[in-house]
């Protein structure tokens, strides 16, 4: 049994040292200057193995860094990220040689993910293998791992980095539960990392909408739409409404500084409400208003139901309503710096024709027509899908049929990279 552990620690281990490899290669190709930021990630390991608190520090900062999840699989940030990822499931690895013999108590939910992660490496067995194989054949482990990880979504080796990926990931989380007592403090130093890079997100992403600064250097402007660090405005949306609620374990979990979390977490909720609110993504509006009336029930005291509801109802209606004064009144001040009439890109008054426009077209939405091509994408193939992350490489190789369901009811010309609908897009890949 003492064997077969450290015979899986072994695999584990080769498996990650792979992935800091193969992406480390990937981000000195692109650029030599990442050398630096790398070299300060191995002396930070060293460290992080050899002491406890610097490791805390470490599960801070990557916590922090989140944002940099917010491109394509294929972008350079993203390799950065998962370079991460590698590295600190590798420290875990190291850190605690015992970590794999721990009881797991959701044992549910580690069983699930393990079967998820299995049915994403049978889905492997769908992509054209013989192609796959003489490629590897041809050019070698490390430039197809190298051309894998680069791959567009049209590519069937798009799929086996996205596996890749879901691995990876799977594996970090595996690795932080089973670190026994420490697990607690692990999460909690990632969270508040977390909570912290959301609120420094937002702050930067405020500035660069109000013209006070650019990003034009780290990622591609859309002119008139706050979408802070991340590629897509939507993605930011969903990166604040994922870790909002991570705001109000302060308030749950320490009773004995409420009032002191309570303004801040406001102010916290204020700044990323605003930035959501600017960046013109209507599900984001609507999850964010829904976000405040739930939470509103951690800031009020205790009393009978009837209290507790008027109290929150009272502090959703302020909040709402503040925001929206606030938000408006900061637009306006800006809006005069332009002068009368000024049309001019990243100018306050095209920003303000862009939000009027998403206002009045609050209840349209241009999705349907992808989730309509999406449904006929996987007809037929309810049961198991097409395969992980095969959305984009099915719909070209149907698309090139003119015979088939999904060509004669194709309702957008362009070709989606995804389906627009995290459940969809569950049977697609998995039926």
């Known amino acids: 049994m003492f064997q077969f552990h450290r015979l899986i620690q072994l695999t584990l281990g080769l498996y990650l040292l792979l992935n800091v490899y193969i992406n480390s290669s990937i981000l000195l190709t692109s650029n030599r200057n990442f050398l630096f930021p790398l070299f300060c990630i191995l002396l930070f390991s060293l460290v992080a193995v050899r002491k406890k608190h610097f490791f805390f520090f470490l599960l801070f900062v990557f916590g922090t860094t989140f944002f940099l999840f917010g491109f394509r699989s294929y972008d350079v ?75 567009t979504p049209e590519l069937p080796e798009y799929s086996i980095a996205a596996v890749n990926r879901l691995l990876l990931f799977s594996l970090t989380a595996g690795l932080l539960a089973y670190s026994g007592t420490c697990a607690e403090k692990y999460f909690h130093y990632i969270f508040k990392g977390a909570v912290s890079g959301m609120v420094i997100a937002a702050i930067i992403g405020l500035l660069e909408y109000f013209n006070v600064l650019s990003l034009s250097w780290y990622v591609p402007g859309s002119l008139n739409k706050l979408h802070s660090l991340f590629l897509n405005r939507g993605w930011y949306a969903e990166y ?66 009837r209290q507790k509801m008027f109290k929150s109802l009272l502090f959703f209606f302020m909040a709402v309503v503040l925001l929206f004064i606030v938000s408006f009144s900061i637009f306006k001040i800006t809006q005069m710096q332009d002068g009368p009439g000024v049309r001019l890109p990243k100018s306050m008054s095209a920003k303000q024709v862009f939000l009027e426009k998403r206002l009045n077209n609050l ?54 990279d995804t389906a627009h609908n995290f459940y969809l897009q569950l049977v697609v890949g998995n039926g």
């Open 77 to 151: 940030q993203s390799r950065f990220f998962e370079l991460e990822v590698a590295v600190l499931s590798f420290i875990l690895l190291v850190k605690d040689r015992n970590a794999l013999k721990y009881h797991l108590e959701n044992k549910v939910v580690a069983l699930l993910l393990l079967l998820y992660c299995c049915l994403a490496l049978c889905s492997l067995l769908l992509l054209p293998l013989q192609d796959i194989f003489a490629k590897i054949r041809l050019w070698g482990i490390h430039d197809f791992a190298f051309f894998a990880l680069n791959a």
């Open 240 to 305: 604040v409404l994922t870790l909002a609620p991570l705001l109000f374990l302060g308030v749950c979990h320490r009773s004995e500084r409420r009032r002191l979390y309570v303004p801040i977490i406001f102010v916290a909720l204020f700044i990323v409400g605003t930035s959501i609110l600017f960046t013109g993504a209507r599900s984001g509006w609507g999850l964010f208003t829904v976000l405040l009336a739930g939470s509103s029930f951690v800031f009020v005291g205790q009393g009978s139901l």
């Open 363 to 416: 209840f349209r939405t241009g999705r349907i027509k992808n989730w309509q091509d999406t449904v006929h994408l996987i007809d037929g193939r309810f049961l198991f899908g097409r395969g992980y992350e095969s959305f984009s490489r099915q719909a070209h190789i149907l698309a090139g049929i003119p015979t088939s369901g999904y060509k004669r009811s194709q309702q957008h010309q362009k070709i989606r």
